[in-house]
């Protein structure tokens, strides 16, 4: 991994000195005045990991299986339009990106929550906000995941905790597609998968099925305490 990029934003940054910036801003931006793009990304700060300890997690296993497809981290690849302005390869040099950390999913039969990064209707809620309460509507009947603001492991963990079986980045993988092709898309899975293996160890979690909802709690129940 390159010595410079060593979180999501560092990505960003290089990609915003690379790419055009009427490409960076198609990219980045979402509808309106935005409200709902920066509520994506600030949900994350409103909850609060909660973390178990005296827990052997000398090994912490990330893998998943979704739609009986077995994944190495609960973090796929999101549709996102227009990948040839990052890089000459585009979608290509993302696919092959997918396939290094197995991320690859064929065929959805689960609910994902999405605002569409928050570039279709703006003022809509921050999608980790209503997570809980469509998986508490599905009750178990399929999987749900989400996407939208994930940017650092510990958002992924966030996210598991509030139920969700796997979550889709889309700007991340733009960013690394911009930075360096096949091999950036790579990096950005790997510095994800390597941030929630992290996370999981701290908060005592060998596995994914052991993170659960006592994992998170609201910041502003926190503060009281
Ligand atoms: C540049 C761009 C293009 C997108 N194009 C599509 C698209 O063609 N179809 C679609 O369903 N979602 C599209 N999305 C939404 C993504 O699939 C995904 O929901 C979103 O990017 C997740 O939020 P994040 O970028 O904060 O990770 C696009 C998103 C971006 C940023």
């Known amino acids: 991994m390159s010595a410079q990029r060593v979180c999501v934003a560092d990505f960003e940054e290089e990609a915003k000195k690379v790419l055009p910036k009427a490409v960076y801003d198609y990219y ?9 793009l920066a509520d994506n990304v600030a949900a994350f700060n409103r909850w609060r ?14 893998s998943v299986s979704v739609l009986g497809h077995k994944l190495s981290m609960p973090v796929c690849v999101a549709a996102t339009a227009m990948q040839r302005m990052a890089h000459p390869e585009g979608e290509t040099a993302t696919a092959r990106g997918e396939d290094a950390a197995q991320a690859v999913i064929y065929g959805v039969d689960g609910i994902l929550v999405s605002n569409h990064g928050a570039r279709q209707l703006d003022g809509v809620p921050a999608t980790l906000d209503v997570l809980e309460e469509v998986v508490q509507a599905v009750q178990g009947r399929c999987d749900v995941y ?7 492991g510990t958002d992924v963990l966030k996210a598991l905790a509030l139920g969700a079986k796997a979550v889709f980045i889309g700007r991340p993988v733009l960013w690394g ?25 701290l908060s005592g979690c060998r596995s994914v099925s052991e993170v659960s909802r006592s994992l998170v709690r609201r910041a502003d129940f926190t503060s009281r305490m």
Request: hydrophobic residues 40%; aromatic residues 0%; proline residues 2%.
């Open 146 to 152: 989400m996407d939208g603001g994930v940017r650092r």
């Open 177 to 201: 597609l911009a930075c360096q092709g096949e091999q950036g898309v790579t990096e950005i899975l790997e510095l994800l998968k390597e941030e929630l293996r992290l996370a999981m160890a």
């Open 28 to 36: 980045r931006s979402g509808a309106d005045e935005q409200t709902t």
């Open 49 to 62: 990991l909660v973390p178990r300890v005296l827990r052997d997690v000398s090994t912490v296993d990330l």
